[in-house]
């Protein structure tokens, strides 16, 4: 959330905020701006929902989606001075800071690549280790989170597709995003029910579900949001912010 820059806004923020129990905010770096990022908190403060920063690389052009090479000392330092700013406004407005989430090529580049992961946990880790690392399920990030000594969540797509490998699809392969809501709901079930995936191979892999993500950006964002609300009910899951 919070991934408009200056006078542009994007996502449908107002509307998702009503059915989700924690928002990633985007820190400046790949969306997001000290206007934006202060209405967004003050926005999850005012609906009770749980605040995460959400660092990636430095790239406003690309919206973080595309892969920077930086060294560990600078993932390191990228993370840090993004969760700072954002806990700044969570400061001013009376709200703790929840967790943190990296954000798009970030996150799965931390996925397959150990020495990313372990930049990323222990910036997480030096700032307050009360905070909870969201990771791809059954990635580096989770593992290095661990060791960091966090609290981590294993996080689950509604909207994306997966690999064999446990991956999600890269966008720019054909199937990558889930477009509709009825398939969405029917992954999320699955995920939540048998601890399955289905991959775009045709396999079930084994996945644990601690948080679902949907994209903000995503163009049924909101509709993806009520549906999996009802979808949980209908389970008896209650949703809550980890």
């Known amino acids: 959330m919070g991934e408009g820059f200056g006078t542009y806004s994007f996502g449908a923020d107002e509307q998702i905020i009503k059915h989700i129990t924690s928002a990633n905010i985007a820190c400046g770096a790949h969306a997001g701006d000290p206007n934006i990022m202060s209405d967004t908190v003050k926005l999850a403060k005012?609906?009770?929902?749980?605040?995460?920063?959400?660092?990636?690389?430095?790239?406003?052009?690309?919206?973080?989606?595309?892969?920077?090479?930086?060294?560990?000392k600078e993932i390191y330092r990228q993370v840090l001075y993004q969760i700072g700013a954002l806990n700044a406004f969570c400061q001013v407005h009376g709200v703790p800071l929840h967790h943190v989430k990296p954000h798009g090529?970030?996150?799965?580049?931390?996925?397959?690549?150990?020495?990313?992961?372990?930049?990323?946990?222990?910036?997480?880790?030096?700032?307050?280790?009360?905070?909870?690392?969201?990771?791809?399920?059954?990635?580096?990030?989770?593992?290095?989170?661990?060791?960091?000594?966090?609290?981590?969540?294993?996080?689950?797509?509604?909207?994306?597709?997966?690999?064999?490998?446990?991956?999600?699809?890269?966008?720019?392969?054909?199937?990558?995003?889930?477009?509709?809501?009825?398939?969405?709901?029917?992954?999320?079930?699955?995920?939540?029910?048998?601890?399955?995936?289905?991959?775009?191979?045709?396999k079930n892999i084994p996945i644990q579900a601690d948080t679902i993500c949907v994209h903000g950006d995503g163009a049924s964002a909101v509709s993806f949001v009520k549906e999996l609300t009802s979808a949980l009910q209908q389970q008896s899951i209650t949703k809550a912010s980890i």
């Not at 929902?49 to 060294?71: E, K, N, Q, T, Y």
């Not at 222990?122 to 969201?134: G, T």
Request: charged share 20%; aromatic share 6%.
């Open 46 to 72: 005012d609906h009770g929902v749980a605040i995460g920063a959400h660092p990636g690389f430095p790239d406003i052009a690309g919206f973080g989606r595309r892969m920077i090479d930086l060294s560990d």
């Open 105 to 202: 090529a970030m996150y799965n580049v931390a996925a397959k690549d150990k020495r990313v992961a372990t930049a990323i946990a222990q910036a997480v880790s030096d700032f307050d280790q009360n905070l909870i690392l969201y990771g791809l399920a059954g990635s580096y990030l989770i593992q290095e989170g661990k060791r960091a000594g966090l609290r981590v969540a294993s996080e689950v797509f509604a909207d994306r597709t997966y690999q064999e490998d446990g991956s999600l699809t890269p966008r720019n392969t054909p199937g990558a995003l889930i477009k509709t809501v009825d398939q969405a709901v029917k992954q999320v079930r699955e995920m939540l029910s048998e601890g399955m995936v289905m991959t775009v191979q045709g």
